[in-house]
């Protein structure tokens, strides 16, 4: 998007350009950025000028005064030639302010003088990116050699502003069913096959938690902001040396005060929970050979982030005589249940125990329970490993997507019981509607606002989604979304667990990339109205 231009005039010089008020820039009434009167100066020296200089300088400003005042030039000479022939070097510190509801990204000043007395000497200023109503300084914005005749704290200078708008943030005009590239940036790591993300239902921010663990072992939490549309990395990742085991023989490493998860793959198992603003991940990885070679009886717990103070702690199973027996999910599905504030962890069949169980986080999150299985079982021939949950809030079904030996298209759907704690209902559904090539891991997520699911079944063996789909519960139907952009390098073979609505930018977000390509992030605005 092109960046936006303002120009501002300290102190008391109005600003012509764009016919707008003094120190302030207005492009609508939701871009807006102001200048924070008045620019101050940091620092001020003396700039020590040769004898020679100074013969010059004087030379030229007599040639000057002649020209201009024939019969008064000496008077004004005597009177004014050290003002003249003496200079300063000033250094400034500007502010600004972000006055507006929407985000202004990588903020950039350039100043320039008004005054044949002042010189320029560094003009550029990066205010980097700014969130709304936020202000953001630059102790040294511009710098100026300035003569005697110049009032340093009031120079007649003026600084243009530039800025691009976040296109999150374009309301109305931003395309519907098409899949844009809102970032795409080079990080000192790469998005993991096996890790997930979610949403911060708070801020809007995607949180990234898993490792690779083939030759990767990254236990780093991620988030991208996507007001200013950049990553950063809570903690660096903790190293094979402080793998350990702590009192109670649960698996850590960092340290005992302040303890991390081992590096893990985390496929659909980490959660957003609302009640804590906090992630749940009940992953375990056997896939971490190191680990589980140097400490084959550790007790693997579900782990809980606090995304406030960015720290990890062990989930504490009042709900078991074993306070440390929690549901093992290797290659699962986990899943935050909106109606009854609680989180469903489903373990398939050729999972971590290889029998098929749903389990549950109660709501006061200090015990899960175990559901009982209804008559005739889980249907593991439909429910296997790399599948994905989503709930149905609208309908309150919880709906199974993906299937590992590909065999079908089909999904499978729970139906809880009143009693949660009792068996529900599990139904196998062949959905109607356009063909969708089976696939063992299907990218999905649930627009809360339609009713309906996106989902991104990828052509087999290939990179890339063979095409974008809707799933429509009330039909049972999957309708394909025509001319929906292709994503390059997508990376949804062998696995992504990387595409969520988020309820606040009312739009779906997408994560690629892998080991030797960029990190992008792209969004998708249903407007399934028009399919």
């Known amino acids: 998007m092109a960046n936006k231009i303002c120009l501002f005039t300290d102190r008391h010089q109005p600003s012509l350009l764009l016919g707008v008020a003094l120190l302030t820039c207005a492009f609508n009434a939701d871009a807006k950025i102001t200048i924070v009167p008045p620019f101050t100066v940091v620092s001020s020296s003396l700039v020590n000028h040769t004898q020679d200089w100074v013969n010059s300088c004087e030379a030229a400003y007599k040639i000057q005064l002649q020209n201009q005042f024939p019969t008064t030039w000496q008077k004004i000479f005597d009177k004014n030639k050290a003002k003249k022939c003496t200079e300063y070097a000033v250094t400034y510190k500007a502010s600004i302010y972000n006055d507006s509801n929407q985000p202004a990204l990588d903020v950039t000043g350039t100043t320039a003088t008004l005054s044949s007395n002042i010189t320029v000497t560094q003009a550029s200023a990066a205010f980097g990116s700014m969130t709304a109503h936020s202000y953001a300084t630059v102790e040294s914005a511009f710098q100026i050699i300035a003569n005697g005749f110049v009032d340093t704290s009031n120079p007649r200078v003026h600084m243009k502003l530039g800025f691009h708008k976040n296109p999150l943030y374009s309301g109305k005009n931003f395309p519907v069913n098409t899949w844009v590239k809102v970032s795409s940036i080079k990080t000192t790591w790469s998005r993991s096959y096996h890790a997930s993300m979610v949403v911060n239902k708070q801020t809007g921010h995607l949180i990234t938690y898993g490792s690779e663990t083939h030759g990767s072992y990254d236990n780093s939490v991620r988030e991208f902001d996507t007001d200013l549309l950049s990553w950063t990395t809570h903690y660096p990742a903790t190293t094979f040396d402080t793998y350990q085991l702590d009192a109670k023989g649960q698996a850590i490493s960092g340290s005992l005060a302040d303890p991390k998860p081992w590096a893990m793959h985390t496929y659909d198992e980490v959660v957003y929970d609302p009640m804590t603003n906090g992630l749940v991940v009940d992953a375990i990885d056997p896939h971490n050979w190191y680990a589980f070679g140097e400490f084959p009886n550790a007790i693997h717990p579900t782990w809980l982030y606090d995304l406030n103070n960015k720290s990890w702690r062990t989930f504490v199973n009042y709900g078991s005589a074993d306070t440390t027996t929690v549901p093992h999910l290797f290659a699962s599905s ?24 749903l389990w549950y986080m109660n709501s006061k999150r200090d015990a899960w329970v175990k559901v009982p299985n209804p008559a005739g079982g889980v249907p593991l021939a439909q429910i296997q490993i790399n599948t994905t949950m989503v709930q149905d809030s609208l309908r309150d079904k919880l709906v199974v997507f993906g299937q590992y030996a590909r065999q079908n298209g089909s999904i499978a759907v729970y139906s809880p019981n009143q009693d949660m704690a009792a068996a529900g209902s599990w139904e196998v559904k062949l959905p109607g509607g356009d063909p969708v090539i089976p696939d063992d891991q299907i990218p999905v997520d649930y627009d809360r606002k339609q009713g309906v699911f996106v989902l991104l079944p990828s052509q087999s063996g290939g990179e890339d989604p063979a095409d974008t789909f809707v799933y429509d519960p009330d039909k049972n139907s999957y309708i394909k979304v025509p001319n929906a952009s292709q994503i390059p390098n ?42």
């Open 490 to 531: 997508a990376d949804l073979n062998p696995l992504n667990y990387m595409l969520r609505y988020s309820p606040k930018m009312n739009m779906f977000f997408l994560i690629t990339g892998r080991w030797f390509t960029t990190t992008a992030v792209w969004a998708f605005k249903l407007d399934y109205s028009k399919l």
């Open 334 to 357: 986990s899943e935050y249940d909106s109606i009854r504030n609680i989180i469903w962890a489903l373990i398939p069949s050729d999972s971590n125990d290889r029998q098929g169980q």
